[in-house]
């Protein structure tokens, strides 16, 4: 079994940072690629930021310039740097990865979830 635990969601002031973890743990043979999301009250759960193997990123237009997606391959974690945080921002953040466990499967992961609140 896989498990992703996110970390580092909170409370913070419009304009400021907040920096999110995702660890991956268990059977975890190699992250193919990783990626967060997002889910705000009364809105569909929408990407914000994924990385591919290779360091390849992409972001959802609403976070480019502000959010930075990273990862930390030898120690199966991934990170999600904000910055320039707005008060539409604030939702439950998702970290989801695709992971090939030691039998050689694929599948995809979901974390719990982390709430990040930005106030005006």
């Known amino acids: 079994q896989v498990q992703l635990v996110e970390s580092g969601g909170g409370l913070v002031q419009a304009g400021g940072s907040l920096r999110l973890s995702c660890v991956a743990s268990?059977?975890?043979?190699?992250?193919?690629?990783m990626a967060w999301f997002r889910q705000a009250p009364g809105k569909q759960r929408e990407l914000v930021a994924q990385?591919?193997?290779?360091?390849?990123?992409d972001y959802g237009d609403s976070v480019k310039g502000r959010f930075t997606i990273s990862r930390d391959t030898a120690k199966n974690t991934g990170f999600l740097q904000m910055d320039g945080l707005k008060p539409e921002d604030t939702a439950v953040y998702y970290c989801?990865?695709?992971?090939?466990?030691?039998?050689?499967?694929?599948?995809?992961?979901w974390g719990q979830g982390t709430q990040v609140t930005v106030s005006s």
């Open positions: 990385v591919f193997t290779g360091g390849i990123t």
């Open positions: 268990g059977s975890v043979s190699s992250i193919n690629g």
């Open positions: 989801n990865a695709n992971v090939r466990d030691y039998s050689g499967t694929n599948k995809s992961y």
